[in-house]
């Protein structure tokens, strides 16, 4: 049932974690059941202004801490994303629910001032909070790799951090990348103690939610504004580049569970953006993946806005791109190995290429 994925999967590199993180790694949670219909308490469920990832127990200090994080992350996003919270008021309008698949990251994999490179920096926030790795990908085309990370509670979104291999563009870019990348925001900090605070379990519940916008202050860029030729260079080799000088570690996308959202008008990924399409919303063209795979996604248009970058003579001005579209998966149900069901739990290479595409900008 799974689609054969053209992408490479790739071992694991070797990853260096932060000096004062010692890597815990929890049990990763599997998304099991035994009828077709989502459990009652679906991860991430929320009715209408009801924080979206809530937790089934309020005694693991870390599954707190993480939904704190999530839903300052999704309240920006929804900001943001014009989309995402018109896809929220439809389904809250038919009695249904808003449940987040996954959460989507980009970066660069250049050394960098403010934070380790590339997928690590945002590694080392996840696994110490209990994320585990599932599976890697490689995109040779693209100059990509990217992670899936499965959470440790089976009501949080699973994880898709991705990052863009510089050192295989062009040498004179690459080389304006890493550069743009070491000018380090000074306003922006990476908080190591904090991670080691939480991976020691050393917060207690009233530190929750300031530690908790702290750390969602990472979700930003990083570097100072970057040239704006720069950006228009890169965008000619890689649209990712593009938009990750831009954004940084902002949010790429959060993703609506289909098989959870229970609205009974719009039972598949199909009815859905046909839905959406109907009642305005820009959607991309095509769904991904066929009507037997273990997994079909398709997504809105990117929503766009003015992004600071650094003129040729030193001022900021401003860059009209794109920022982040709302995502949608569904997800078929295969045999667990112990005579039950879940849903087919990964994520398939080909149809991450074409998501990757829906933040291009049109020039």
């Known amino acids: 049932m799974r689609d054969a994925a053209p992408g490479q999967r790739c071992p694991p590199p070797s990853r260096v974690p932060l000096p004062t993180l010692v890597t815990k790694l929890l049990p990763s949670a599997r998304r099991t059941v035994h009828d077709p219909n989502p459990p009652s308490t679906p991860r991430g469920a929320t009715s209408g202004d009801a ?17 704190m994080l999530f839903d300052r992350l999704w309240s920006d996003y929804r900001q943001r994303v014009p989309h995402a919270q018109r896809y929220v008021d439809l389904v809250t309008e038919r009695g249904g629910r808003v449940v987040n698949d996954h959460i989507a990251f980009r970066s660069l994999n250049v050394p960098q001032a403010a934070q380790p490179a590339g997928i690590d920096a945002l590694l080392n926030v996840f696994l110490p909070l ?69 991976e020691a379990d050393a917060l207690h519940d009233a530190d929750h939610a300031s530690a908790a916008d702290q750390l969602a202050d990472l979700f930003r860029r990083p570097w100072l504004p970057p040239p704006r030729n720069l950006v228009l260079d890169a965008h000619e080799h890689s649209q990712y580049a593009a938009w990750t000088l831009l954004h940084g570690n902002a949010v790429n996308h959060f993703t609506g569970f289909i098989n959870a959202q229970n609205v009974p008008a719009w039972p598949d990924i199909q009815a859905t953006v046909d839905g959406l399409r109907a009642a305005g919303v820009p959607m991309k063209d095509t769904i991904e993946g066929g009507p037997d795979s273990g997994l079909r ?45 879940k849903y087919f739990p990964g994520f398939a290479a080909h149809q991450t290429t074409g998501l990757f595409e829906m933040t291009r900008t049109q020039r």
Request: hydrophobic share 35%; aromatic share 12%.
């Open 51 to 67: 924080p979206l990832f809530m937790t089934e127990s309020d005694t693991v200090d870390r599954t707190k801490f993480v939904t």
């Open 297 to 341: 996604q398709s997504s809105t248009r990117a929503a766009e806005g003015d992004f600071p970058v650094t003129e040729p003579d030193g001022a900021i001005g401003q860059l009209h791109w794109t920022y982040a579209y709302y995502e949608l998966a569904e997800r078929a149900l295969i045999p667990d190995g112990q005579g039950g069901q």
């Open 130 to 198: 209990g994320y585990t790795e599932f599976d890697r990908f490689e995109f040779p085309e693209t100059h990509l790799r990217a992670v899936h990370l499965e959470p440790p509670a089976q009501d949080l979104p699973k994880l898709f951090i991705s990052q863009l291999q510089v050192a295989e563009l062009p040498p004179e870019l690459a080389q304006r990348i890493e550069q743009a990348a070491s000018l380090w925001d000074e306003s922006f900090t990476y908080p190591q103690q904090l991670l080691a605070a939480l």
